[in-house]
């Protein structure tokens, strides 16, 4: 039996409600993100950092939303946000090494969006950032802070960024695996709507055929009346017939 395949516009209809729940879960973590950056500027005052990352991410999201309504940009641009806040939040700990893992749990989050492409913004400005930021301090430039260390050492550069990427790519495959099942179930849905219907339609043939049938013994039933009453009559008048000829016979 051949499976069921759905088209692009259908598999846009299943996900629309499944977006609309991801989309506020994804607010409210931008905002758990935006409130830690400004809540770690106390520490060596980067509040022009954190305030305006968050303004910034903050911002974008509502344009993007209020201007393409029905687009994905902003869900693309919130990935990249998650890489930007990984950035800022190292740098605003001057380099505190724990600060990387915010990538991770950023990579986590965007699974709730079933679609592998938006784990792309994230890691792609995580591993520019860190291969741009890496080189600076290498190269001796100060106030970089992207390690609490002197320099991250090119190996150690290439460990950390090949573990970012693994972690994504597995983030991204759960997502894929996901959508995968979100539209299976769809094609199961779609299937078993398609079985009810063709089952109520059978129905609606089966007791319009039980009312014709029913129509058809009361016409019956009518006649066999009519018969019996005729037959009784047809009876009657032979008895009378018989009785006449007996006597005359007498």
């Given at each position: 039996?051949?499976?069921?395949?759905?088209?692009?516009?259908?598999?846009?209809?299943?996900?629309?409600d499944?977006?609309?729940r991801?989309?506020?879960?994804?607010?409210?973590?931008l905002?758990?993100?935006?409130?830690?950056?400004?809540?770690?500027?106390?520490?060596?005052?980067?509040?022009?950092?954190?305030?305006?990352t968050?303004?910034?991410?903050?911002?974008?999201?509502?344009?993007?939303?209020?201007?393409?309504?029905?687009?994905?940009?902003?869900?693309?641009?919130?990935?990249?946000?998650?890489?930007?806040?990984?950035?800022?939040?190292?740098y605003?700990?001057?380099?505190?090494?724990?600060?990387?893992?915010?990538?991770?749990?950023?990579?986590?989050?965007?699974?709730?969006?079933?679609?592998?492409?938006?784990?792309?913004?994230?890691?792609?400005?995580?591993?520019?950032?860190?291969?741009?930021?890496?080189?600076l301090?290498?190269?001796?430039?100060?106030d970089?802070?992207?390690?609490?260390?002197?320099?991250?050492?090119?190996?150690?550069?290439?460990?950390?960024?090949?573990?970012?990427?693994?972690?994504?790519?597995?983030?991204?495959?759960?997502?894929?695996?996901?959508?995968?099942?979100?539209?299976?179930?769809?094609?199961?849905?779609?299937?078993?709507?398609?079985?009810?219907?063709m089952?109520?339609?059978?129905?609606?043939?089966?007791?319009?055929?039980?009312?014709?049938?029913?129509?058809?013994?009361?016409?019956?039933?009518?006649?066999?009346?009519?018969?019996?009453?005729?037959?009784?009559?047809?009876?009657?008048?032979?008895?009378?017939?018989?009785?006449?000829?007996?006597?005359k016979?007498?």
């Amino acid at each position: 039996m051949q499976t069921l395949q759905l088209s692009k516009e259908e598999e846009a209809k299943v996900m629309v409600d499944l977006n609309k729940r991801s989309d506020q879960f994804i607010f409210r973590f931008l905002m758990i993100y935006s409130l830690f950056g400004i809540i770690i500027s106390f520490y060596y005052d980067t509040w022009f950092i954190g305030l305006g990352t968050a303004g910034l991410a903050m911002l974008s999201w509502f344009v993007l939303k209020a201007l393409l309504p029905n687009a994905n940009l902003h869900r693309y641009v919130a990935s990249g946000f998650f890489g930007v806040f990984v950035g800022t939040f190292i740098y605003q700990m001057h380099g505190l090494f724990e600060m990387h893992f915010f990538a991770f749990i950023g990579s986590a989050i965007l699974i709730v969006y079933q679609d592998w492409k938006y784990q792309i913004p994230l890691i792609g400005f995580v591993v520019v950032h860190h291969a741009v930021f890496a080189f600076l301090q290498y190269t001796g430039v100060p106030d970089v802070y992207f390690t609490q260390l002197e320099y991250m050492d090119l190996h150690t550069f290439v460990f950390h960024a090949a573990l970012a990427v693994a972690v994504v790519i597995v983030c991204g495959y759960w997502a894929h695996h996901f959508r995968k099942l979100t539209m299976d179930n769809a094609v199961k849905e779609i299937e078993l709507n398609k079985k009810v219907k063709m089952t109520e339609q059978l129905n609606r043939k089966l007791n319009e055929a039980s009312k014709k049938l029913k129509i058809k013994n009361t016409e019956l039933e009518d006649n066999k009346s009519k018969l019996l009453s005729l037959t009784e009559k047809q009876a009657a008048m032979y008895e009378r017939l018989r009785n006449d000829d007996s006597m005359k016979a007498k």
